[in-house]
Protein backbone atom coordinates (compact mmCIF):
# COMPACT_ATOMS: atom_id res chain seq x y z
CA UNK A 1 0.00 0.00 0.00
CA UNK A 2 2.02 3.07 1.32
CA UNK A 3 5.50 3.45 0.16
CA UNK A 4 8.54 4.45 2.49
CA UNK A 5 11.69 5.69 1.09
CA UNK A 6 15.13 6.61 1.68
CA UNK A 7 16.37 10.17 1.21
CA UNK A 8 19.52 11.07 3.48
CA UNK A 9 21.18 7.97 5.16
CA UNK A 10 22.17 8.16 9.04
CA UNK A 11 24.63 6.02 10.87
CA UNK A 12 21.78 3.37 11.95
CA UNK A 13 20.97 3.32 7.70
CA UNK A 14 19.46 -0.04 8.63
CA UNK A 15 16.90 0.80 10.96
CA UNK A 16 15.87 4.55 10.08
CA UNK A 17 15.84 6.81 6.99
CA UNK A 18 14.50 10.63 6.37
CA UNK A 19 11.95 10.63 4.23
CA UNK A 20 9.39 12.92 2.23
CA UNK A 21 6.73 10.61 2.80
CA UNK A 22 3.16 10.25 4.69
CA UNK A 23 2.36 7.53 7.05
CA UNK A 24 0.38 4.47 6.06
CA UNK A 25 -3.03 5.78 5.42
CA UNK A 26 -4.27 2.31 7.15
CA UNK A 27 -2.26 3.03 10.19
CA UNK A 28 -4.46 6.21 11.73
CA UNK A 29 -7.09 4.97 13.75
CA UNK A 30 -9.46 8.09 14.39
CA UNK A 31 -12.11 6.39 16.32
CA UNK A 32 -12.88 5.76 19.83
CA UNK A 33 -9.83 5.11 21.95
CA UNK A 34 -9.02 0.57 22.43
CA UNK A 35 -10.00 -0.09 26.42
CA UNK A 36 -9.37 -2.67 28.80
CA UNK A 37 -13.23 -3.71 28.53
CA UNK A 38 -12.35 -3.98 24.41
CA UNK A 39 -9.57 -6.60 25.16
CA UNK A 40 -10.67 -8.59 28.47
CA UNK A 41 -8.15 -11.61 27.99
CA UNK A 42 -4.70 -10.95 29.22
CA UNK A 43 -1.28 -11.11 26.93
CA UNK A 44 0.99 -13.92 27.95
CA UNK A 45 4.63 -12.12 29.50
CA UNK A 46 6.60 -12.54 26.62
CA UNK A 47 3.99 -10.53 24.79
CA UNK A 48 3.38 -8.23 27.71
CA UNK A 49 7.48 -7.65 27.36
CA UNK A 50 7.49 -7.29 23.66
CA UNK A 51 4.28 -4.68 23.91
CA UNK A 52 6.34 -2.98 26.73
CA UNK A 53 9.59 -2.48 24.72
CA UNK A 54 7.64 -1.18 21.39
CA UNK A 55 5.44 1.37 23.13
CA UNK A 56 8.64 2.79 25.23
CA UNK A 57 10.44 3.08 21.62
CA UNK A 58 7.43 4.91 20.50
CA UNK A 59 7.27 7.37 23.09
CA UNK A 60 10.65 8.23 23.74
CA UNK A 61 11.31 8.71 19.85
CA UNK A 62 8.49 11.38 19.83
CA UNK A 63 9.86 13.01 23.17
CA UNK A 64 13.23 13.18 21.76
CA UNK A 65 13.07 13.62 17.76
CA UNK A 66 9.99 14.67 16.89
CA UNK A 67 10.30 18.53 14.60
CA UNK A 68 8.44 20.28 17.04
CA UNK A 69 10.16 19.99 20.23
CA UNK A 70 7.39 21.48 21.81
CA UNK A 71 4.59 18.45 20.53
CA UNK A 72 2.49 20.73 19.22
CA UNK A 73 1.47 21.23 22.92
CA UNK A 74 0.63 17.90 23.79
CA UNK A 75 1.48 16.76 27.35
CA UNK A 76 3.65 14.20 26.65
CA UNK A 77 3.82 12.56 29.76
CA UNK A 78 0.16 12.46 30.21
CA UNK A 79 0.30 10.67 27.28
CA UNK A 80 2.54 7.62 28.17
CA UNK A 81 0.49 7.66 31.66
CA UNK A 82 -2.80 7.65 29.92
CA UNK A 83 -1.70 5.13 26.91
CA UNK A 84 1.05 2.51 28.31
CA UNK A 85 -1.35 0.33 30.35
CA UNK A 86 -3.54 -0.04 27.17
CA UNK A 87 -0.51 -1.10 25.00
CA UNK A 88 1.17 -3.76 28.05
CA UNK A 89 -2.70 -5.39 28.27
CA UNK A 90 -2.47 -5.60 24.69
CA UNK A 91 -3.05 -9.49 23.04
CA UNK A 92 -2.44 -9.03 19.38
CA UNK A 93 -1.21 -6.00 17.20
CA UNK A 94 -4.24 -5.42 16.42
CA UNK A 95 -4.81 -3.78 19.53
CA UNK A 96 -1.26 -2.52 20.24
CA UNK A 97 -1.11 -0.76 16.80
CA UNK A 98 -4.63 0.76 17.66
CA UNK A 99 -3.10 2.28 20.85
CA UNK A 100 -0.16 3.59 19.47
CA UNK A 101 -1.81 5.35 16.83
CA UNK A 102 -4.16 6.63 19.09
CA UNK A 103 -1.35 8.23 20.83
CA UNK A 104 0.34 9.50 17.80
CA UNK A 105 -2.71 10.99 16.77
CA UNK A 106 -2.68 13.22 19.38
CA UNK A 107 -0.02 15.02 17.22
CA UNK A 108 -2.25 16.25 14.66
CA UNK A 109 0.37 14.73 11.80
CA UNK A 110 -0.52 12.78 8.91
CA UNK A 111 3.15 11.40 9.13
CA UNK A 112 3.25 10.08 12.87
CA UNK A 113 2.13 6.62 12.52
CA UNK A 114 3.31 3.22 13.58
CA UNK A 115 3.16 0.17 11.31
CA UNK A 116 2.56 -3.17 12.50
CA UNK A 117 4.88 -5.77 11.75
CA UNK A 118 2.40 -7.46 8.74
CA UNK A 119 2.00 -4.18 7.13
CA UNK A 120 5.99 -3.57 7.41
CA UNK A 121 6.45 -6.78 5.55
CA UNK A 122 3.99 -6.11 2.83
CA UNK A 123 5.76 -2.78 2.47
CA UNK A 124 9.40 -4.17 2.56
CA UNK A 125 8.49 -6.43 -0.56
CA UNK A 126 6.28 -4.70 -2.15
CA UNK A 127 8.69 -4.85 -5.20
CA UNK A 128 8.99 -8.47 -4.66
CA UNK A 129 7.62 -11.37 -5.90
CA UNK A 130 5.26 -12.25 -2.57
CA UNK A 131 1.92 -13.30 -1.41
CA UNK A 132 -1.09 -11.12 -2.08
CA UNK A 133 -4.92 -10.95 -2.57
CA UNK A 134 -4.35 -8.16 -5.24
CA UNK A 135 -6.60 -5.09 -4.02
CA UNK A 136 -5.22 -1.94 -2.37
CA UNK A 137 -7.15 -1.04 0.90
CA UNK A 138 -7.54 2.49 2.79
CA UNK A 139 -9.19 2.63 6.08
CA UNK A 140 -12.73 4.57 6.75
CA UNK A 141 -12.08 7.38 8.89
CA UNK A 142 -15.39 7.10 9.96
CA UNK A 143 -14.80 3.66 11.33
CA UNK A 144 -11.46 1.57 11.78
CA UNK A 145 -13.14 -1.80 11.17
CA UNK A 146 -14.11 -0.90 7.50
CA UNK A 147 -11.54 -0.34 4.37
CA UNK A 148 -12.43 1.24 1.32
CA UNK A 149 -11.31 -1.12 -1.71
CA UNK A 150 -8.91 1.79 -4.22
CA UNK A 151 -8.00 -0.78 -6.66
CA UNK A 152 -8.23 -4.44 -7.51
CA UNK A 153 -5.21 -5.94 -9.82
CA UNK A 154 -6.38 -7.07 -12.86
CA UNK A 155 -6.19 -11.22 -13.03
CA UNK A 156 -5.53 -11.34 -9.09
CA UNK A 157 -7.20 -14.01 -6.90
CA UNK A 158 -9.36 -10.55 -5.71
CA UNK A 159 -10.31 -10.02 -9.25
CA UNK A 160 -11.47 -13.29 -9.80
CA UNK A 161 -13.35 -13.76 -6.45
CA UNK A 162 -15.50 -10.60 -8.14
CA UNK A 163 -14.09 -7.85 -5.43
CA UNK A 164 -14.55 -4.35 -7.09
CA UNK A 165 -13.22 -1.13 -6.32
CA UNK A 166 -15.59 0.84 -3.85
CA UNK A 167 -16.02 -1.93 -2.46
CA UNK A 168 -15.96 -1.80 1.73
CA UNK A 169 -14.16 -4.36 3.80
CA UNK A 170 -15.81 -5.12 6.87
CA UNK A 171 -13.06 -6.47 9.54
CA UNK A 172 -14.89 -5.77 13.41
CA UNK A 173 -16.51 -9.58 13.24
CA UNK A 174 -14.88 -11.89 15.65
CA UNK A 175 -12.51 -14.24 13.45
CA UNK A 176 -12.80 -11.65 10.64
CA UNK A 177 -9.25 -11.43 8.59
CA UNK A 178 -7.96 -7.40 9.50
CA UNK A 179 -4.73 -5.85 7.30
CA UNK A 180 -2.92 -6.21 10.70
CA UNK A 181 -2.09 -9.61 9.32
CA UNK A 182 -0.25 -11.97 7.57
CA UNK A 183 -1.36 -13.48 3.62
CA UNK A 184 -0.18 -16.59 3.02
CA UNK A 185 0.11 -18.11 -0.35
CA UNK A 186 -2.78 -20.93 -0.28
CA UNK A 187 -4.90 -20.22 2.67
CA UNK A 188 -7.85 -18.96 1.76
CA UNK A 189 -9.52 -16.26 3.61
CA UNK A 190 -12.89 -15.14 3.99
CA UNK A 191 -14.05 -11.45 3.88
CA UNK A 192 -17.04 -9.40 4.19
CA UNK A 193 -18.08 -6.30 1.87
CA UNK A 194 -20.62 -3.73 1.58
CA UNK A 195 -20.94 -3.09 -2.16
CA UNK A 196 -21.81 0.68 -3.59
CA UNK A 197 -25.70 -0.42 -3.22
CA UNK A 198 -25.05 -1.79 0.60
CA UNK A 199 -25.62 -4.94 -0.52
CA UNK A 200 -23.26 -7.49 1.79
CA UNK A 201 -20.91 -9.83 0.22
CA UNK A 202 -19.30 -12.95 1.96
CA UNK A 203 -16.05 -13.49 -0.37
CA UNK A 204 -13.21 -16.39 -0.47
CA UNK A 205 -10.30 -15.03 -1.64
CA UNK A 206 -7.30 -17.64 -1.94
CA UNK A 207 -3.92 -15.53 -1.85
CA UNK A 208 -1.42 -16.78 -4.46
CA UNK A 209 1.81 -15.65 -5.26
CA UNK A 210 1.68 -12.21 -7.62
CA UNK A 211 4.98 -10.93 -8.98
CA UNK A 212 5.64 -7.06 -8.18
CA UNK A 213 3.70 -4.45 -10.27
CA UNK A 214 6.73 -1.67 -11.50
CA UNK A 215 6.68 1.71 -9.41
CA UNK A 216 6.83 3.58 -12.93
CA UNK A 217 5.13 2.99 -15.70
CA UNK A 218 4.78 5.01 -19.61
CA UNK A 219 1.61 4.83 -22.04
CA UNK A 220 2.43 6.49 -25.33
CA UNK A 221 -0.70 5.15 -26.71
CA UNK A 222 -2.29 8.76 -27.49
CA UNK A 223 -1.12 10.41 -30.18
CA UNK A 224 1.63 13.57 -29.38
CA UNK A 225 1.01 12.32 -25.38
CA UNK A 226 3.60 10.80 -23.15
CA UNK A 227 1.75 9.96 -20.10
CA UNK A 228 4.40 8.71 -17.08
CA UNK A 229 2.76 6.90 -13.96
CA UNK A 230 4.29 7.30 -10.96
CA UNK A 231 3.54 5.31 -8.53
CA UNK A 232 6.22 6.08 -5.30
CA UNK A 233 9.34 7.89 -5.64
CA UNK A 234 11.33 5.13 -5.18
CA UNK A 235 15.14 4.26 -6.13
CA UNK A 236 15.46 4.78 -10.04
CA UNK A 237 13.10 7.24 -10.43
CA UNK A 238 15.17 9.98 -11.97
CA UNK A 239 16.95 7.16 -14.35
CA UNK A 240 13.92 6.28 -15.69
CA UNK A 241 12.74 9.60 -16.01
CA UNK A 242 16.19 10.86 -17.92
CA UNK A 243 15.62 7.58 -20.27
CA UNK A 244 11.70 8.25 -20.98
CA UNK A 245 12.57 11.97 -21.61
CA UNK A 246 14.97 11.08 -23.90
CA UNK A 247 13.24 9.83 -26.35
CA UNK A 248 9.96 12.58 -26.17
CA UNK A 249 9.37 14.49 -29.40
CA UNK A 250 9.72 17.98 -29.22
CA UNK A 251 6.45 18.53 -30.21
CA UNK A 252 5.06 15.91 -27.55
CA UNK A 253 2.88 16.79 -24.25
CA UNK A 254 4.10 14.92 -20.98
CA UNK A 255 1.45 13.86 -18.62
CA UNK A 256 3.07 13.50 -14.82
CA UNK A 257 0.30 11.00 -12.79
CA UNK A 258 1.00 11.50 -8.92
CA UNK A 259 -2.46 9.58 -8.14
CA UNK A 260 -2.31 8.00 -5.32
CA UNK A 261 1.28 8.38 -4.91
CA UNK A 262 2.23 8.78 -1.12
CA UNK A 263 6.09 10.14 -1.48
CA UNK A 264 9.31 9.22 -0.96
CA UNK A 265 12.96 9.46 -1.39
CA UNK A 266 13.80 13.30 -1.42
CA UNK A 267 17.02 12.65 -3.96
CA UNK A 268 14.14 11.66 -6.35
CA UNK A 269 12.16 14.38 -5.73
CA UNK A 270 14.39 16.44 -7.00
CA UNK A 271 15.24 14.51 -9.92
CA UNK A 272 12.21 14.79 -10.96
CA UNK A 273 11.68 18.93 -10.35
CA UNK A 274 15.76 18.45 -12.26
CA UNK A 275 13.97 17.31 -15.55
CA UNK A 276 12.34 20.18 -15.92
CA UNK A 277 13.33 23.26 -14.15
CA UNK A 278 17.03 24.93 -14.44
CA UNK A 279 19.89 23.46 -12.14
CA UNK A 280 20.45 25.17 -9.04
CA UNK A 281 17.37 26.39 -8.99
CA UNK A 282 15.59 27.07 -5.00
CA UNK A 283 12.35 24.55 -4.67
CA UNK A 284 11.90 24.30 -0.90
CA UNK A 285 13.47 24.86 2.32
CA UNK A 286 13.62 22.50 5.42
CA UNK A 287 13.69 23.63 8.53
CA UNK A 288 14.63 20.84 11.47
CA UNK A 289 13.92 20.34 15.10
CA UNK A 290 17.01 22.34 16.05
CA UNK A 291 15.30 25.27 13.69
CA UNK A 292 18.17 25.40 11.16
CA UNK A 293 16.89 25.95 7.69
CA UNK A 294 18.26 24.18 4.69
CA UNK A 295 17.62 25.62 0.99
CA UNK A 296 16.39 22.83 -1.60
CA UNK A 297 17.71 23.69 -5.31
CA UNK A 298 17.40 21.26 -7.84
CA UNK A 299 21.16 19.52 -8.36
CA UNK A 300 20.05 17.26 -11.58
CA UNK A 301 19.65 13.85 -11.34
CA UNK A 302 17.44 13.20 -14.31
CA UNK A 303 19.00 10.29 -15.59
CA UNK A 304 21.53 11.07 -18.47
CA UNK A 305 19.17 13.79 -19.64
CA UNK A 306 22.00 16.79 -19.58
CA UNK A 307 19.34 19.82 -19.47
CA UNK A 308 15.64 20.02 -18.82
CA UNK A 309 13.06 19.08 -21.38
CA UNK A 310 10.72 22.00 -22.47
CA UNK A 311 7.83 20.12 -23.31
CA UNK A 312 4.32 21.12 -22.10
CA UNK A 313 3.52 19.02 -18.82
CA UNK A 314 0.43 18.82 -16.57
CA UNK A 315 0.40 17.10 -13.11
CA UNK A 316 -2.29 15.17 -12.49
CA UNK A 317 -2.74 14.63 -8.24
CA UNK A 318 -5.37 13.53 -5.55
CA UNK A 319 -7.03 13.66 -2.40
CA UNK A 320 -4.03 10.41 -2.20
CA UNK A 321 -1.02 12.44 -3.32
CA UNK A 322 0.59 12.89 -0.39
CA UNK A 323 4.51 14.28 0.90
CA UNK A 324 6.76 14.67 -2.48
CA UNK A 325 3.79 14.12 -4.53
CA UNK A 326 2.70 17.22 -3.25
CA UNK A 327 5.77 19.23 -3.13
CA UNK A 328 6.96 18.16 -6.41
CA UNK A 329 3.66 19.35 -8.68
CA UNK A 330 3.72 22.49 -6.37
CA UNK A 331 7.65 23.44 -7.29
CA UNK A 332 6.51 22.97 -10.60
CA UNK A 333 3.60 24.82 -10.69
CA UNK A 334 5.13 27.93 -8.73
CA UNK A 335 7.80 28.34 -11.35
CA UNK A 336 4.86 28.65 -14.42
CA UNK A 337 6.22 24.93 -15.59
CA UNK A 338 3.45 22.80 -15.62
CA UNK A 339 -0.46 22.80 -15.20
CA UNK A 340 -1.61 20.71 -12.10
CA UNK A 341 -5.01 18.79 -12.60
CA UNK A 342 -6.68 16.58 -10.10
CA UNK A 343 -8.16 17.28 -6.60
CA UNK A 344 -6.50 18.89 -4.17
CA UNK A 345 -4.20 16.99 -2.31
CA UNK A 346 -3.86 15.38 1.41
CA UNK A 347 -1.95 17.90 2.90
CA UNK A 348 0.55 16.02 4.19
CA UNK A 349 4.34 17.48 3.53
CA UNK A 350 6.99 17.33 5.81
CA UNK A 351 10.29 15.16 6.31
CA UNK A 352 9.75 12.08 7.74
CA UNK A 353 11.90 9.82 9.73
CA UNK A 354 10.98 5.71 10.17
CA UNK A 355 12.57 4.46 13.42
CA UNK A 356 12.48 0.03 13.05
CA UNK A 357 10.61 -0.93 16.29
CA UNK A 358 11.66 -4.11 18.44
CA UNK A 359 8.37 -6.73 17.15
CA UNK A 360 9.78 -5.81 13.27
CA UNK A 361 6.96 -3.06 13.34
CA UNK A 362 7.65 0.41 11.73
CA UNK A 363 7.37 4.55 13.24
CA UNK A 364 7.01 7.09 10.74
CA UNK A 365 7.94 10.36 12.69
CA UNK A 366 8.25 13.88 10.75
CA UNK A 367 11.58 15.44 11.43
CA UNK A 368 11.96 18.32 9.58
CA UNK A 369 8.99 21.06 8.47
CA UNK A 370 8.62 22.58 5.09
CA UNK A 371 7.51 25.05 2.74
CA UNK A 372 7.86 26.01 -1.17
CA UNK A 373 9.84 28.24 -2.85
CA UNK A 374 7.28 30.71 -2.76
CA UNK A 375 6.91 30.51 1.59
CA UNK A 376 3.73 28.42 1.45
CA UNK A 377 3.60 26.16 3.99
CA UNK A 378 1.78 22.79 2.31
CA UNK A 379 1.24 21.05 5.62
CA UNK A 380 -2.58 20.51 6.55
CA UNK A 381 -3.39 22.65 2.97
CA UNK A 382 -2.13 20.73 -0.27
CA UNK A 383 -1.89 22.18 -3.73
CA UNK A 384 -4.94 23.32 -5.19
CA UNK A 385 -5.27 22.04 -8.94
CA UNK A 386 -5.64 24.87 -11.47
CA UNK A 387 -8.11 22.61 -12.70
CA UNK A 388 -10.48 20.66 -10.87
CA UNK A 389 -11.12 17.29 -12.29
CA UNK A 390 -12.14 13.99 -10.61
CA UNK A 391 -12.10 9.69 -11.20
CA UNK A 392 -14.75 8.12 -9.33
CA UNK A 393 -14.79 4.29 -8.72
CA UNK A 394 -17.36 3.64 -11.24
CA UNK A 395 -14.75 5.64 -14.18
CA UNK A 396 -12.50 3.26 -13.21
CA UNK A 397 -14.48 0.31 -13.63
CA UNK A 398 -15.50 1.05 -16.68
CA UNK A 399 -11.61 2.24 -17.96
CA UNK A 400 -12.53 6.12 -17.91
CA UNK A 401 -10.42 8.55 -16.86
CA UNK A 402 -11.88 12.24 -17.07
CA UNK A 403 -9.47 13.59 -15.24
CA UNK A 404 -6.62 12.60 -17.99
CA UNK A 405 -8.96 13.65 -20.51
CA UNK A 406 -9.12 16.74 -18.91
CA UNK A 407 -5.05 17.42 -18.83
CA UNK A 408 -4.45 16.48 -22.26
CA UNK A 409 -7.57 18.61 -23.34
CA UNK A 410 -5.67 21.45 -21.39
CA UNK A 411 -2.60 20.94 -22.42
CA UNK A 412 -3.98 20.90 -26.14
CA UNK A 413 -5.53 23.68 -26.01
CA UNK A 414 -2.53 25.82 -24.22
CA UNK A 415 0.18 24.58 -26.86
CA UNK A 416 -2.69 25.76 -29.59
CA UNK A 417 -2.90 29.65 -27.90
CA UNK A 418 0.86 29.40 -27.70
CA UNK A 419 0.82 28.91 -31.49
CA UNK A 420 -1.47 31.66 -32.27
CA UNK A 421 0.17 33.73 -29.63
CA UNK A 422 3.42 33.48 -31.70
CA UNK A 423 1.90 34.24 -34.75
CA UNK A 424 0.29 36.84 -34.07
CA UNK A 425 3.63 38.74 -32.41
CA UNK A 426 5.93 37.29 -35.15
CA UNK A 427 7.64 40.45 -36.53
CA UNK A 428 6.77 40.99 -40.60
Not at 225 to 242: A, C, K, N, Q, Y
Not at 262 to 280: H, K, Q, T, Y
Not at 358 to 385: C, H, I, N, Q, W
Request: charge should be negative.
Amino acid sequence: MNLRGLSIRLTAAAVMSLALVAAPSFARDPGVAPTAAATPARPDPDRARMNQRVFDKVWSEVRTQYYDPHLHGVDWNAARRTWRPQALAATDDRVLYRVLDQMLNLLDDDHAGASPPAVTRRIDTLRERRPAMGVVLRRDEADPDVYLVETVRAGSPADEAGVAEGWKLQTGAPGAWFPEMDVVAGQAVTLSFLDEAGAAHQTVVTPRMLDPQPAFAVDRSRPGVTVLRIEGFEPGLGRWMGEQLSQLDANADVVLDLRGNPGGRLMEADAVLSCFLPSDRLWATRTARSGQQVALRTAGGCGDLRVPVTNPIAVLVDGNSRSAAELTPAALQEAGRALVVGEPTAGAVLISQETRLPDGGRLTLSRADFVTSGGVRLEKRGVTPDLVADRSSADRRAGRDPALDAAIAALAARTAGERVLAIETAPL
